[in-house]
Structures are given as C-alpha cells and as structure tokens.
C-alpha cells in the first residue's frame, strides 16, 4: 500500500544527516547513521496536506492552541494507547527539548539535580549542564539481554533533597526499553514519596513491538508532564513542532508565559501544526505499514 523501497535522494535538501558530512564529522566519506530520521518519504496523507496548504502561498501568523490540533494529539492517545486525555491540558512547543528545558527551568534552581537512567540521549546531558542542573545518574545495568533497573540506587539518587525531577526517556533511548506498567509504578511511588516530579520523554513511542504505557496512565499526581511529538515516527522534525500534556494549572500557565511572553513563541509553525494534525487523524495505517 505504501512505498518505502524507492530510494529518495536527500542530498542538496539542506538536511543534516547526509548533506553536513564533512561539517560534523571532518571527512565527506563516511556514511552517517547518527540522526534519527528516515530517509523515505513521510505519510502520503501528510504530503497532500502540506502541498495543499503550501499552495495557498500566504504565510501570516498561525494558532495551535484550537481543538483542531489539541484533538488530533488527544486522539491519538485515546486510539493507539486507550490513554484519556483533556484538550485542555495539551501544550505546543517548537522542539521536544525546548519544553523539557523549559520544564526544567520551572521546576528546579540551578544547582539541583535532576534523576537520568543512563546512557542517555546526548541533549538530555547537555541540556541540563547548559541550565546548571547536575544530572543524577541511574545507570541501567545490562542483564541478559536487556536493561534493568538497579532500584535501590535508583531510590538513594530520588531521595538526595537536590533532587527535584525525573527526566524520564519512555521507551528509552538509547537502550531500547519500553518500560513495563510494573517499572513506572515502581518508579511513580519513589518520586510520588520523595516529592520529585516527572518530565516523560515519550518521543519514541510509536515504534515499539511491546505495548508502551503512557505516564497519565500509572500517574497519581499531577506533578508530572509528558512530552512528545510526531516528528519521529512521521519523519517531519523538520516541520517544527512538539507538545506536551501537563496536567497541572499553574505549571501549565506557567510553561505558556515562557513559550510566549519571555521566548516570542506563541506562533507555531503552520506546516507543523499542520504535518501533526494530518499524522494523528490520518497516518495509522502508514504507520503501521
Ligand atoms: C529521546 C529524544 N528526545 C528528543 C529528541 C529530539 O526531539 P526534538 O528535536 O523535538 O527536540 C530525540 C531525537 O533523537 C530523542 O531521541
């Protein structure tokens, strides 16, 4: 039904993975398999909804806090993962690390610490070295053939009083885990008793072959956000655009005086807005396929 077999050639497209070789690395003759993104084409149904909105060829200002694009992402929870979530609570943002560092600044001083399974994602380390917090590693130990969690080191970094925030990668990159119900249970109590709130990186969500569990659906507080995007399973990061779901008020303000009043951020990118809306109501089956 969809073609991922005809090769598409990026180069001369400005795109990083292939046409910044020589800038990143220092030698042209290297295959680069660093960046996470595709190099086929996206979804049939996001192009068409792209190609008609380029076509209309006038580009002012655009909105992304309307049901249109809230729906889309709360639907798409609700379909794929059965996870209820209120269109209120859904935030845009121009990157998935722009609002976690955002959610950093908001929820720690400089010089807390914030609690990482390690390896982690190399922005997660700079973002926080960049915004002074001390990342608190939880190294996964490898078992077998996969990643655990060592709880009690896991609990002694939660209970240090500088630590104020779980940045949490699920399914994590790079090793891989989709964690289990029983995992994020495990680790929603110690941060729930130890008063250390939770930032979800769910980024990677949608391509993993076990069932991946949002936060919202362990969660028993609202000290917590999840933030994500469709930008890695549509293959559309360069359309701009992420959000993230907070369920608490005051955090929730908080986050959009940022985005709008002290970054300018207030409109997004309408071919992003737009990219999500078509991935979340039409792109399944492309998806799936
Ligand atoms: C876990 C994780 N978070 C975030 C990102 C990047 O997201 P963005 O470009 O929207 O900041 C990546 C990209 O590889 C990632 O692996």
């Keep these: 039904m969809f073609d991922f077999d005809t090769p598409v050639n990026r180069y001369g497209t400005f795109c990083t993975q292939w046409d910044y070789v020589a800038d990143r690395f220092g030698s042209a003759d290297l295959l680069p398999f660093t960046i996470s993104d595709m190099d086929f084409n996206t979804a049939p149904c996001i192009r068409e909804a792209i190609q008609k909105r380029t076509e209309h060829g ?135 008793r130890h008063g250390v709130k939770v930032i979800s990186d769910d980024i990677h969500m949608d391509i993993s072959y076990r069932p991946y569990i949002p936060w919202p659906a362990i969660a028993a507080n609202t000290d917590w956000a999840l933030v994500s995007s469709g930008s890695k399973s549509f293959n559309i990061p360069a359309l701009g655009g992420a959000y993230a779901i907070i369920p608490d008020s005051e955090s929730r303000d908080a986050f959009l005086t940022r985005l709008k009043a002290a970054h300018g951020l207030s409109s997004p990118s309408i071919l992003g807005v737009i990219g999500h809306m078509s991935a979340y109501n039409e792109g399944e089956a492309w998806l799936d396929a």
């Design 58 to 192: 006038v580009w002012g200002y655009s909105r992304w806090n309307h049901d249109e694009f809230k729906g889309a992402v709360t639907g798409w929870f609700e379909r794929r993962y059965g996870c209820s979530l209120d269109n209120s609570h859904v935030v845009y943002g121009p990157s998935v690390i722009y609002i976690i560092s955002q959610l950093v600044e908001l929820w720690s001083e400089k010089g807390d610490g914030v609690l990482v399974h390690t390896p982690a994602y190399d922005a997660f380390y700079n973002m926080l070295a960049t915004n002074g917090r001390e990342c608190l590693a939880s190294p996964l130990e490898k078992t077998g053939g996969t990643y655990e969690v060592n709880w009690a080191q896991f609990e002694a970094q939660a209970a240090r009083p500088s630590c104020k925030i779980l940045l949490l990668c699920s399914p994590h990159n790079p090793t891989g885990r989709v964690w289990s119900r029983d995992e994020l249970t495990r680790m929603e109590d110690i941060c729930s």
